[in-house]
């Protein structure tokens, strides 16, 4: 089965909601998609097309990280970004402590902040599960 095509309307979803595609391949039964959203709105309506199309999608393996764009080209903007995050984050399928560092601090080196923060949940940096809770600190 070629799985572009089972997963048409999930592409053009990324389409509609300006998700750019980096990778796309089909090998050993499976769809690998790369992608970059520009909101975490835009990704999760991705997701919800995806399920939509097959609830398990254990045919599919699909990479959205978030870019968000923040002027922080100051201490200040900056400082005023990080203010205005929230203490918890759900882990969502494919995400690591890289990409939710980069969504919450712009840039994935600071993903043991984040790591150190949840030792409490968290043996090992490099293995978090979709569902988790998370706190992130500001």
């Known amino acids: 089965m070629d799985l ?23 090998r050993s039964g499976r769809l690998y998609i790369k992608a970059t959203a520009p909101s975490g709105a835009a990704k999760n309506k991705v997701w919800d097309e995806i399920k939509k199309i097959d609830a398990t999608y254990s045919d599919l393996v699909c990479d959205i990280v978030v870019v968000e764009e923040v002027n922080a080209t100051t201490e200040e903007n900056v400082a005023t970004h990080l203010g205005s995050l929230p203490t918890q984050y759900t882990v969502k399928p494919g995400d690591t402590l890289s990409k939710i560092s980069q969504l919450f601090y712009g840039t994935p080196s600071k993903y043991m902040k984040i790591f ?20 992130i600190p500001s």
């Open 116 to 135: 150190e923060a949840n030792k409490d949940k968290l043996d090992d940096p490099n293995l978090i599960k979709a569902g988790q809770v998370l706190s």
């Open 4 to 26: 572009t095509q089972k997963y048409a309307s999930a592409i053009k979803e990324m389409d509609n909601q300006g998700v750019k595609i980096q990778e796309q391949s089909q």
